[in-house]
Every structure is written in C-alpha cells, then in structure tokens.
C-alpha cells in the first residue's frame, strides 16, 4: 500500500524558470517530510525538510509547501538550473525521521 | 567529514546463495538503516539498527537480517536469495540525538540475483 505517492513520473522544465514537485500521502500519523535528490549511480541526497508544525521551510532556490489539511507538499525550485535535473523523492516519517516512506520518484529535466 | 559509504558497489549472485552487504556510517552517527529499491520504485525501509540493536523493520521476511558494530558500521545479510532481491540496497546513516532525524544516504550497492 502506497502511503507516499508522487503522481507526476516526469516534469520538463527551461532553465531559470520553477520547478514544481509534488507529493500526496495519505497517513495522517506522518510528522516529518523529506526531499532528496537522486543521480543514476549515486545515492539519494538529502535536499530539505519540514516538519508537520510548520508548513513552509525555505533553503537558498529551494522551498517544501506543507499543506496537512490536503495531505499534500510541494518542492519549488526557483530559478531551476540544468544541474537540477535529476529524480526527485519525496519521503514521509511517523517518528521525526524514523523509517521513510518514498514516493516512486518524480524525473526532473530543466533544458538550457 | 566522511560521508555514508559502501561496498561492494556491484554483486552477482545465484539463487538460495547467501551475500553480506557492508555500510560505513557518516562520522558522528550513531544509526543506520537499510533500505531496498526495486527497478521504477522508492526506497522501501528493510530495518533500522540504533546502539547495535535492531530499532525496528519494515515488511520484510526473517531472512533479510542485519548488525551493528561498536564503530557503528553495518551489515546487511540475505539468505536464500530470491530472484526478486535483484535491487539496489541502500544505506542510510542518521543521529538519534536530536528533534528530528534526517537519514544520509550511501551509493548503494546493486544486486543481481539470477
């Protein structure tokens, strides 16, 4: 069962412009959500977070939306740049960071 | 500050064999989770080792099994491999001692299991 769900497979966006990610989940028990950034080849890299008494955190271009009420976040990335492309996942706790829940990834493509 | 590393970095492997998977934790951490990634999926969370005890697992069978050094490194053991342990398997490296825990990521190490 799917708790974490990223609908959109791939977002293709110009260079200097915002990317938008988002994120669905359905348990009400998450606390804490993560953004990590993914490379083929590499690892996930952790990006930003927000924890569930907050619903904006803000880190240079890059902003997470948190809207509980809908189940619901979102990653902007503004202005988005050609390095920036790369599979995007969304990760959900029910413990301040315990045991991630993934979306299936979103693939983002910024073009020059 | 040395990162989450990993090894191997690639493993080929039989049906009904065994493999041991090895992590390295980042300095100053004291948690490591394991994590299995399927073909097109995310990361599905396999167990959680804190202070050499296991802090937890996901739904996975008895025979995905783990440990924790005094030097927090870890392992990860498979036995009885199965074609569908074919992934990448993930490392990830956290503290316990503050609010909230955000867990760092290792390359990973990629199984074929044929």
């Known amino acids: 069962d799917q708790q974490v769900k990223q609908n959109s497979p791939s977002l293709s966006v110009q260079e200097g412009r915002i990317s938008i990610l988002n994120c669905d989940y359905t348990n009400s028990m998450f606390d804490y959500f993560l953004w990590y950034k993914k490379y083929p080849a590499e690892g996930p890299t952790f990006l930003i977070s927000?924890?569930?008494?907050?619903d904006k955190n803000e880190d240079g271009r890059f902003t997470v939306f948190l809207n509980k009420s809908a189940k619901h976040l979102s990653l902007h990335i503004v202005p988005s740049q050609p390095g920036d492309s790369a599979v995007y996942f969304c990760?959900?706790?029910?413990?301040?960071?315990?045991?991630?829940?993934f979306g299936k990834g979103t693939s983002l493509l910024v073009t020059p | 500050e040395t990162g989450v590393t990993q090894s191997p970095t690639h493993l080929i492997k039989t049906r009904g064999q065994q493999v041991t998977l090895r992590c390295s934790s980042q300095s100053g951490h004291n948690t490591v989770s394991w994590y299995q990634q399927a073909l097109g999926q995310g990361p599905q969370f396999i167990f959680q080792?804190?202070?050499?005890?296991?802090?937890g697992r996901g739904n996975f069978p008895p025979r995905f099994s783990g440990l924790q050094f005094p030097n927090y490194s870890s392992e990860l053991n498979v036995n009885a491999l199965e074609l569908d342990d074919s992934a990448l398997y993930l490392c990830?490296?956290?503290?316990?001692?503050?609010?909230?825990?955000?867990?760092?990521f290792g390359p990973g190490t990629r199984l074929l299991v044929l």
């Open positions: 927000i924890s569930s008494i907050k």
């Open positions: 990760a959900a706790s029910p413990n301040s960071g315990y045991a991630l829940n």
């Open positions: 080792y804190y202070r050499e005890e296991e802090n």
């Open positions: 990830a490296s956290s503290t316990k001692d503050r609010v909230q825990e955000t867990q760092y």
